[in-house]
């Protein structure tokens, strides 16, 4: 195996030459196809949390339905919108993700935007983000968790466990796509629980 | 058993971990507290047969913590309320 770190001589020292990794260790992010449901590693996903200070919860909420350009995400919902997109997590606290590309200061710009009416912390090194997604979908997410799955529409967002693991699954537009986030240092357990569920439901 | 979260619904007791007595909410004014106060809060704890409040956190959820009353006898659950408005309507976390 070939060393991903390598020191290279510049001048009078040696720097590192990093490469950019994904979640699942690749160069390139990974895709899985099953029987028509395609699981794929996204890797362009900025992610800051967004936490409302006591007693600037409506000030807070205002910031983030003028980001969003609609109302901020109620209990179990989330708002799908480009760039900036988010979801509820709890009381008074969402999740925003936009695309790094664009956005890799994400939680720079938000606490510019936010000031003091609201805690931001950066997200995006914390979470795996997948993209599952075919008509058969449902049968997979109904052998991975206790989600209601086909109740769930297009603009629902909730928190359960796959795999022992605390992930978020949001549905998406079209209705056929969830987006799996979990945690990114178990990012392998978690495509392993995904493929595994397809593998057997499909 | 199920525990209807009074933002997410019905969701599986599996998600929540168990936090102890409701009572803990309560806790002692530590400017006149005496020190069998804190005894009493720290250690002391009455064991229902019947409706008891109960603390509740929803770690696979939302990180919510609930008081839930719930039967010690039968299970049942009467009522699921967020932690922070049942120690708000108590006068805590001004």
């Not at chain 1, 709890?90 to 994400?106: I, S």
């Not at chain 1, 986030?181 to 439901?201: D, F, I, Q, V």
């Not at chain 2, 619904?9 to 005496?34: H, K, Q, W």
Request: aromatic share 6%.
């Amino acid at each position: 195996m070939s060393p991903r770190i390598l020191l290279i001589p510049k001048g009078n020292v040696s720097v590192h030459d990093l490469k950019p990794i994904t979640a699942l260790g690749g160069t390139t992010a990974q895709v899985d196809v099953v029987a028509g449901v395609t699981l794929r590693e996204n890797p362009g996903l900025a992610l800051a949390s967004v936490a409302a200070r006591i007693g600037h919860e409506d000030a807070c909420s205002a910031h983030l339905a003028d980001l969003l350009e609609g109302a901020a995400p109620a209990a179990g919902k989330c708002r799908l919108h480009d760039p900036e997109a988010a979801f509820w997590m709890g009381p008074h606290q969402w999740m925003v993700g936009a695309p790094f590309e664009t956005h890799e200061d994400l939680a720079a710009q938000l606490k510019a935007r936010f000031g003091n009416t609201a805690s931001i912390t950066e997200q995006t090194d914390a979470w795996a983000c997948f993209d599952l997604r075919g008509d058969r979908m449902e049968a997979v997410m109904e052998l991975c968790c206790n989600v209601n799955i086909r109740a769930m529409q297009t603009g629902d967002a909730t928190r359960t466990s796959i795999h022992h693991l605390g992930c978020f699954v949001l549905r998406r537009d079209p209705a056929n796509w969830v987006r799996i986030l979990g945690p990114r240092a178990s990012a392998g357990s978690l495509h392993h629980a995904l493929l595994t569920a397809m593998k057997s439901a499909l | 058993m199920i525990i209807n979260h009074p933002l997410l619904g019905p969701r599986d007791s599996a998600e929540f971990v168990y936090m102890g007595d409701a009572s803990l909410i309560d806790r002692p004014d530590p400017d006149t507290a005496a020190p069998e106060d804190w005894h009493a809060y720290a250690y002391l704890r009455e064991n229902v047969a019947g409706d008891m409040q109960e603390l509740w956190f929803h770690e696979g959820g939302d990180r919510s913590w609930l008081v839930v009353t719930r039967n010690t006898l039968t299970h049942e659950i009467s009522s699921v309320a967020l932690a922070r408005d049942v120690a708000r309507a108590k006068g805590r976390s001004k």
